[in-house]
């Protein structure tokens, strides 16, 4: 399988005395189309959200407040990134294994996806990933 790895992205900051400004374009600040904008919050100390790999979905994992690590295991050992600024994106691409922990409180993941949500696109079991590993 292509060896892609995770690249922190260093997103436009347009600072401002009235408050600071980030944006992101499609295909200009990442390599992909938004299909798809989640986020997870309210997330109780020590929880752990993500665990699986995506065949086809490409993201950008941003910590829009508070902070929080992801964990990006390629099959062959697991690099930790922690996210704590908002003008930050983690650009995650397919076929690796991720997962986040070590939320702050009140902190808030907001998700920008390359495809729609599909259960079919989801590897969850890590065996399995190890597998997909090395078939692609
Ligand atoms: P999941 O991606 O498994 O969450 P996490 O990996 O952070 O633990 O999603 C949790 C549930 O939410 C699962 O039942 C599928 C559903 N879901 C949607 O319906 N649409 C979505 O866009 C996402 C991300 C999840």
């Known amino acids: 399988m292509k060896n892609l790895l995770p690249e922190l992205?260093?997103?436009p900051k347009i600072?401002?005395?009235?408050?600071?400004?980030t944006f992101i374009e499609e295909e200009n600040h990442i390599?992909?189309?938004?299909?798809?904008?989640?986020?997870?919050?309210?997330?109780?100390?020590?929880?752990?959200?993500?665990?699986?790999?995506?065949?086809?979905q490409q993201e950008l994992i941003v910590a829009l407040s508070g902070s929080f690590d992801v964990?990006?295991?390629?099959?062959?050992?697991?690099?930790?990134?922690?996210?704590?600024?908002?003008?930050?994106?983690l650009y995650?691409?397919?076929?690796?294994?991720?997962?986040?922990?070590?939320?702050?409180?009140?902190?808030?993941?907001?998700?920008?996806?390359s495809t729609f949500y599909d259960e079919m696109d989801y590897i969850r079991d890590f065996d399995e990933f190890l597998k997909f590993r090395q078939n692609h």
């Open 9 to 11: 992205i260093t997103l």
């Open 15 to 21: 600072e401002d005395p009235r408050g600071n400004l």
């Open 31 to 56: 390599p992909f189309k938004i299909k798809r904008v989640y986020w997870v919050y309210d997330v109780p100390g020590g929880q752990t959200r993500g665990g699986h790999a995506f065949k086809e």
């Open 71 to 89: 964990l990006v295991n390629h099959g062959n050992g697991t690099q930790r990134i922690h996210l704590n600024r908002s003008y930050f994106g």
């Open 92 to 113: 995650v691409p397919n076929g690796l294994w991720r997962h986040m922990d070590n939320f702050s409180t009140n902190s808030v993941g907001m998700m920008l996806s």
